[in-house]
């Protein structure tokens, strides 16, 4: 079972521990990357990842200030809990999180175009190309 926490004096040395596998790392900004960047920018809501009360991973996401919409920045599930549908259940918790807002309709977010596993993760959850191209990375969109 999937569940959120804040990030708080518990559990942030964990969080800033977690790490993705060497080769995902220019996928992804490290934790202590999106904890400081969410201080700065604090409309960005960051969640601890845990299954079963085990922290396995790391999420960012926000109302954007330029185009007022949803964004999921972040998601890292640590390399030894990879592949057993964690990223998966803590997308799904996620999304059904965000559409409780009926003022908007639309989750956007955006990946390295090599980072097959992620694209192939977000097309099964039901999110679309969207046409643009952001600094590099592919965005995405799903309508709900
Ligand atoms: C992308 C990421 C979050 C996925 O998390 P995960 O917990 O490993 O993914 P899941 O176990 O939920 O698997 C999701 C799907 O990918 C597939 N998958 C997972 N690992 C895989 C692998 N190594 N090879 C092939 N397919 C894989 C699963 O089978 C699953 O598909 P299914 O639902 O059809 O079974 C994780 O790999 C990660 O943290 N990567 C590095 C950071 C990153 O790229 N983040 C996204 C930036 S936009």
């Known amino acids: 079972m999937i569940q959120f926490k804040e990030i708080d004096r518990k559990n942030f040395w964990d969080v800033i521990d ?9 996928f992804v900004a490290s934790n202590l990357f999106s904890l400081a960047q969410a201080k700065a920018y604090p409309e960005c809501i960051c ?14 996401y926000c109302i954007d ?28 918790k996620l999304i059904e999180h965000i559409k409780e807002d009926s003022e908007r309709n639309v989750i956007y ?13 977000y097309e099964k959850l039901g999110f679309e190309a969207d046409g643009r191209i952001i600094d590099g990375e592919v965005v995405y969109r799903l309508v709900y």
């Open 18 to 26: 977690l790490k993705v596998a060497e080769e995902q790392k220019s």
């Open 47 to 60: 969640l601890a990842i845990y299954a079963d009360e085990v922290l396995v991973g790391f999420t960012m």
């Open 65 to 92: 200030e330029d185009d007022h919409e949803y964004w999921i920045y972040r998601l890292m599930i640590d390399e030894k809990f990879q592949g057993k549908g964690y990223g998966k259940a803590a997308m799904e």
């Open 109 to 121: 977010l955006s990946f390295e175009p090599e980072n097959s596993l992620a694209r192939s993760l």
